[in-house]
Nanobody, 122 residues
Framework: QVQLVESGGGLVQAGGSLRLSCAAS????????MAWYRQAPGKQRELVAA???????NYAASVKGRSTISRDNAKNTVYLQMDSLKPEDTAVYSC????????????????WGQGTQVTVSS
């Protein structure tokens, strides 16, 4: 069983910054890629940023240059630092991870967190 818990969301003015965190817990053996997605009302969920176990990153064009994804493998935690926030960044941000369990070490499954609200006011 794996649980992903996001934190760090909130209300911020345009131009401000937020740092989101997502901690994975449970009987985890290994985590491959971790990512942040977001979904605004009436919009499809979209990938914001992703990071491999080795630290290779990828960003959506809309956040590239303003966001930094990082991870602490020892803590099973992924972060998303967002700077120069814009109203269009307003969305529920969800953590995603591919994890294998202690009793199924070679079988990776995809897990989602419950999401954290980010609201950017103008």
């Amino acid at each position: 069983q794996v649980q992903l818990v996001e934190s760090g969301g909130g209300l911020v003015q345009a131009g401000g910054s937020l740092r989101l965190s997502c901690a994975a817990s449970g009987s985890i053996f290994s985590i491959n890629a971790m990512a942040w997605y977001r979904q605004a009302p009436g919009k499809q969920r979209e990938l914001v940023a992703a990071i491999t176990k080795g630290g290779i990153t990828n960003y959506a064009a809309s956040v590239k240059g303003r966001s930094t994804i990082s991870r602490d493998n020892a803590k099973n935690t992924v972060y998303l630092q967002m700077d120069s926030l814009k109203p269009e960044d307003t969305a529920v941000y969800s953590c995603n991870a591919d994890c294998s369990l202690e009793y199924r070490r070679s079988w990776y499954r995809n897990y989602w967190g419950q999401g954290t609200q980010v609201t950017v006011s103008s």
